[in-house]
């Protein structure tokens, strides 16, 4: 029996005809493309495939096609998965990105906290520095604490983008806390106990100076 020329794999090659074209900058972010048809002749598929390579990149949020429209661009190429692009970064870009998010996140806390917060701050404060911690054990209270702060910003888009951070950045902090075991684990202490002030007692544009400049000065210490 003849075997049939399988329609997927030309879809996903016209897909990528495609997706080459608007990283060409052919069609701009908003940019209207030209109808199925037109699309059909210039690339030489059928409609079927075209559609198919339509909903492939629709899939990945590079298009959308709007019933009565037509289809538009939404974005210029396709997002990188989220976990792989931490794992290729340099640990000084996911402090970095930590600033601009732990920074608001500390004025807004200021601004926002409950008292449940405000608890939550004063207890992974507490367990940030204790007796026969190890530097594991260290690292996961420092999380904690700074997570609470992000929480207590209660901004839902804030605390995603943290917690996508925790795994990259504890990976970093242990192996620098095992590289320089020397490295004093309270020697910031004094920095968190001001930024928990800060927030406890309502001040965002301190508690934001004060994140920056912890963020600032870890970033010095690793890069």
Partial sequence: MASTVQRHPLASQTAEILLQRIRAGEWQLGGKLPSESVLAVQLGVGRSTLREAIRELAGKGVVDS???????????????????????VSIVAVIESRIAIETEAAALAAQRRTAADINALAQALAERVTDEQTVEEHVDADMRLHRAV???????????????????IRQAMVEMFKIQPEASRTGDQDAHEDLVRFITDGHPREAAQSSRAHLSALKAALG
């Avoid at 992000?150 to 990259?168: C, K, Q, S």
Wanted: glycine share 8%.
């Fill in 66 to 88: 709007r019933q009565g429209a037509g289809m538009f661009v939404t974005a210029l190429d396709v997002t990188e998965d989220w976990e792989s692009v931490l794992r290729r």
């Fill in 150 to 168: 992000v929480a207590a910003a209660h901004n839902d888009v804030l605390i995603e983008l943290f917690d996508g951070f925790v795994p990259r």
